[in-house]
């Protein structure tokens, strides 16, 4: 992931490994993201793992709603 992110020009991207196995991983998840958007606002955070991938379209949802303007891929 570090190097993909690298080489799409994302060199100070953060890069999140999420885990959906039980609700108490994909709440802190969702804390940790919360968190470092709050602490690096302009860094872009690359967000992956089984919760990104189970949990997309509330997610979406969530994140478009707090950040009106971004995009997601």
């Not at 804390?31 to 509330?58: F, M, W, Y």
């Amino acid at each position: 992931m570090k190097a993909r992110a690298h080489e799409a020009g994302l060199k100070n991207a953060i890069i999140v490994n999420t885990c959906a196995v039980t609700a108490e991983a994909v709440r802190q998840s969702r804390q940790t993201i919360r968190r470092l958007k709050r602490e690096n606002p302009t860094t872009p955070i690359i967000v992956s793992g089984c919760a990104a991938q189970t949990e997309l379209s509330d997610a979406r949802r969530c994140f478009l709603k707090q950040h009106p303007g971004h995009h997601l891929l």
